[in-house]
Structure formats: C-alpha cells, structure tokens
C-alpha cells in the first residue's frame, strides 16, 4: 500500500470516530429533560467523585476533577449519547497499588498513556472485540471490586488513618486492630446512617438521589452537634494545570503494565456501561470505536488538570437514563454542576466528613452485587459458577487485570470443553447412504458384516481427538472402515494428528480405511499432517458415501467375500 494509501486510510478512520453534525446535532432533541437528568447525576456523582478520589489516594479534588474534564470531553466525542464519565470504583482498584509504588504523578502518568493507548485501540477499530468477555467473568469481577471497594471504606468508616499495604483485606484488617485499641463510635454510626438512608430509600423510592442529601444531612449533624469526625479536607477552587511536570519519560517503560491495565479497564468498563444504556433506553446504539475515542481523549486531558484515569460509570449511566435522558446534553451539564461546585463550593465541600463518603461507597459497593445475576449462573452451570467465584476470588487476593485473566482462562477451557463434548463418533447403517434398488437387503446384510460406517459429527479439537481415537479403534474386526466427514465442522492440528493415528492402527489390524465428504476448509490442517495422503494416492477418498461403498463392494466382491457386483464392478482391484 503506498504512502498516499495509508494516509488516506488514517484520515478516514480519524473521521470516523470524530463527533459529526448528525451526532452533535441530538441535543437540540429536548433540552429541558436534558438538564434535568443532568442535574440529578451530578447530585449523585458529587459524592462519589469526591469518594473515588480519596479512595483512589489522589484525593478528592482528583476525583471532581476528574468528574469535570473527562465528563465534558467524553460526552461531546464519546460513541454514546447517554454515557456518564468519571471516576469508578472499578478503576480505583487499579490505581491504589500504582499511588503507593510510583505516588500522584505515578497515577497521571498512567492515566494520560492510557488515554494513548485507547485513541489507538479506536483507530484500530477493536471496540466491537470487548463484547467477547464472558458473563461470568464480568459478574465475577463486578462481584470482586464490589468487595473490594467495601474493604477500602473500613479506615474511613472506623475513623482511622488508613493503614499501609496493598491488598485491601490486609489494609482492612489492619484498620480494625488499630480501631480496636482506641474504639470510638461517632464515625461508624455517620457511615452506617449514610449507607442506610441510601439503601432504604433506594428499595422505596428508586428514581430519587438519596447519596447527597445523606452527605449533606450528615455533614450538618456532624458540624451542628461538635462531633469529632475526620472532614475530608481542604479543596483548591478551580481547574488548574499541575504546578510540576508528572510526566517523566523514564518512567513510561515500567509504567507501561499499569498504563495498559488501565486502558483495558476503561475499555471494558466504559462499552459495558453503554451496552447498559442502550438496553435501557429504546432507539439508542452507541459507537464502539467512537467510545473507546472519547474516553481516550478523556483520560489524556484529566491528568493534565490533576485528575486521574475515568470511566464510563455504569451507576450515574443509569441514573442519567432514567431520569429522561435524551443526548449526551445531559451528561455535559452533569460535568458543568460539578465545574460550579469546583469552583464556587469548594469551601463547603471540604466540611464533609470522610465517614459520610465512606457510607455512600459502601452503599454503592452493596448495590453492585447483582443477586439475581448472581443466582441465575449459578443455577446456569457449575462451569460458569466456578468463573464467577474465582474471578471475584482473583480480584480481591490479587489485582483486577490478573482476575480477568484468570477468569478469561477458565471460561476459554470450560467453553472449548462443551464445544469439544459436542463432538460425535456414530456408526451408521449402509442402507442409509444406498437407495433399496441398489442393493437387495440380503446383500446389504452380508456388506454390513464386513463394513462399517461412522459419521464424525461436531468440531474434531484437541479436547475430543483422544475420546475419538479410542472409540474408534475399539471397532471390531471388519474388513472395511469408511469414515465420514461431510458434517465435521472445524478440525485443528490434535483433531488431525489422532485422525492420522487411528487410520495408521485401522489399516495395521488389516482394514481397508475410506474417507468421504472432506470439506474444502479442512484440506489445510489435514495436508499439513499429511493424514490422507497416502489415502489420496492409493484413490481411497470419495466425494460423496454411496461411492466408497460401491467401492468398498468391488473391493470384497473381488477378494471373494460377497457376491461380485453386476456390470463392470467385477473387475475392481483387489488391494
């Protein structure tokens, strides 16, 4: 391809994932709902942005930020018209380990290669490749951060510093000896009242944003009544660029792990939350590659604020199309509120207690476990339950990437099993290939003694070839084995090995081996082995059965066996 070619090509994939006039041109669609469902995400996100940020180790002005700038830029050049961006929980189990090995800039850092690394997984146009991550694995790690984050909130919750370490049952545990030293019970009780209200008022009144009035509610019992409880701290107004540069190009090398566990979060994390809201809504379908482009663009510019690596949030997604949603309109105005209280509220913010955002995470964590979910893959198959729970198990005892890689390698193994128990070894009777006219049924009785027929049904893998070797070289002593392949629909390199070992065992024991019905798509791996060559050359392959057993005929009828053919089949060879 020449140079003009290529970029050509570029500039046509750089078209299409940029936002079109057709696109941009929804949020005239009805603005006044628009703000509405606007302003009531950002109610529910202000909490949990604030949360995530502390929870992330960034702090909470990272959190808002982060609300702020990837929510704009990844409604106006994001693939969904309903997707909320931001801060997750999903990724602050990411970012926990990368704030305590390489600090704040650390997490910049990643966040901004990230975002690299997902602009270019739009342009290579992988988005539609997400879907293929398996149900369980996704409930499995769902289920596993839902823990995850609940353990995190035990420091805050309990009122004490949060110890160190990075596995978030040590830190908890930790937290709790600590606790159990000095107990004091006001930040407990504001944890659990706020975590409370949340989860009552949810189950009663399901379209109303408990969290922030919780917080606020909270907040002013905790300042009106002297209470000693740890506020989250002073919070700079406004959007600034960091006063020192975070990127450090000796760093990208070791970084880079971290930066493409991060990319490949967003990237799930974000095409999932859309699928979610296109299920929810009625004429919505988001743009994969598109997606993947805005939240690429997201996560470059937020580090450079003092932000850290976003999302697309599955929680406010759903609360944005509930609430009316009907273009990415909403999601801007979401990121405008929260700009406001950034820059006009920031005094206010920093009164809120740090038990109180525990409360509304560990609400948040609670209401990630999808039970019904949960109960129907357990009922599904033991398979799918196995994933699921080692997959959450992976996640809390290890790291988020290497749960989906286990959870990834063990839904392959229990898929490629099935597929592989599909797989069918079935003898079948010669008067189903020959119609009644061609042999009368004494003669076909007296075939049938000396040959045998097997159909080979379903994908002949490696996981089956072994069951098939034995099952076929058990056949009993005939004089001639005719194997048909018509309905084999995928054969690899074991399948086509063990094909060519139990030829090799049939002809020793003095059978006559016949093959009919090769497809065209399995000549490669059978050629490669070289498995029917010599059956090839000595004319033992047919197009179609009814041929190999007129063959099968000549070659007993000559060998005295069975009655000769009429016509010219008498003088079949004898071999």
Do not use: C
Request: charged share 10%; glycine share 10%; no cysteine.
């Amino acid at each position: 391809m020449s140079t003009e070619s290529l970029a050509h090509a570029a500039v046509g994939r750089f078209k299409d994932v940029l936002p079109n006039a057709g696109t941009l041109g929804t949020m005239r669609r009805s603005p006044r709902r628009d703000l509405v469902s606007g302003l009531t995400v950002a109610v529910v996100a202000l909490p949990l942005a604030l949360g995530f940020g502390i929870t992330s180790g960034a702090g909470a002005q990272a959190g808002l930020v982060t609300a702020v700038v990837a929510g704009a830029l990844a409604a106006v050049f994001g693939g969904s018209n309903l997707q909320v961006t931001g801060p997750t929980g999903a990724m602050t189990v990411v970012l926990v380990p990368i704030v305590h090995s390489y600090g704040i800039d650390g997490v910049m850092t990643v966040g901004l290669m990230a975002g690299v690394i997902l602009v270019a997984l739009s342009l290579l146009r992988v988005g539609r490749a997400m879907s293929y991550v398996p149900v369980p694995v996704i409930e499995g790690f769902t289920l596993g951060i839902a823990g995850v984050i609940g353990l995190q909130q035990i420091p805050g919750a309990l009122g004490i510093k949060t110890p160190s370490g990075n596995n978030p049952a040590v830190v908890a545990a930790k937290a709790v000896g600590d606790f159990a030293k000095h107990p004091h019970f006001t930040s407990i009780a504001v944890a659990l009242a706020v975590a409370a209200v949340m989860l009552i008022g949810a189950r009663l009144r399901p379209t109303v944003p408990f969290s922030l009035p919780a917080v606020a509610a909270a907040t002013a019992a905790v300042w009106g009544l002297g209470l000693a409880t740890a506020p989250i701290g002073h919070l700079p107004s406004g959007l600034s660029v960091p006063s020192t540069s975070f990127f450090e190009a000796s760093h990208v090398a070791s970084l880079l792990p971290s930066a493409l566990a991060v990319a490949a979060l967003a990237a799930l994390e974000s095409l999932m939350s859309a699928s979610a809201a296109d299920a929810m809504s009625v004429s919505e379908r988001h743009d994969s590659n598109r997606e993947l482009f805005g939240q690429g663009l997201a996560n470059i510019a937020a580090p450079l604020f003092g932000g850290v690596a976003a999302t697309g949030a599955i929680a406010r997604t759903a609360v944005n199309v509930r609430t009316g949603a009907a273009s990415r309109l909403a999601s801007l105005v979401h990121a405008a509120v929260l700009a406001v209280i950034v820059f006009a509220a920031a005094p206010l913010v920093a009164h809120i207690p740090r038990a109180a955002l525990a409360g509304v995470l560990i609400a948040t964590a609670i209401r990630m476990v999808e039970v019904g979910s949960i109960r129907a893959l357990a009922k599904a198959s033991r398979g799918e339950t196995a994933t699921l729970v080692l997959t959450a198990t992976v996640t809390l005892a290890s790291t988020l990437v290497n749960a989906v890689i286990v959870g990834m390698i063990v839904a392959a193994v229990i898929a490629v099993t099935k597929v592989s128990a599909a797989a069918r070894l079935e003898q079948v009777p010669l008067h189903a290939d020959l119609p009644p006219a061609d042999h009368h049924e004494q003669e076909q009785a007296l075939l049938g003694e000396h040959i045998v027929a097997y159909r080979l049904d379903g994908p002949l893998l490696f996981a089956a070839a072994h069951r098939f070797l034995l099952e076929l070289t058990e056949t009993a002593e005939v004089k001639v084995v005719i194997l048909r392949m018509s309905r084999i629909s995928v054969i690899d390199s074991s399948g086509a090995r063990v094909l060519t070992d139990a030829i090799d065992k049939l002809t020793k024991r003095g059978a006559l081996v016949l093959v009919s019905g090769v497809r065209p798509e399995h000549h490669r791996p059978l050629d490669a082995l070289g498995t029917l060559d010599a059956l090839r050359e000595a004319g033992h392959m047919f197009t179609s059965t009814p041929q190999a057993i007129e063959f099968a005929h000549g070659y007993l009828s000559s060998a005295g066996i069975v009655p000769a053919p009429p016509g010219d089949r008498a003088g079949a060879p004898v071999l």
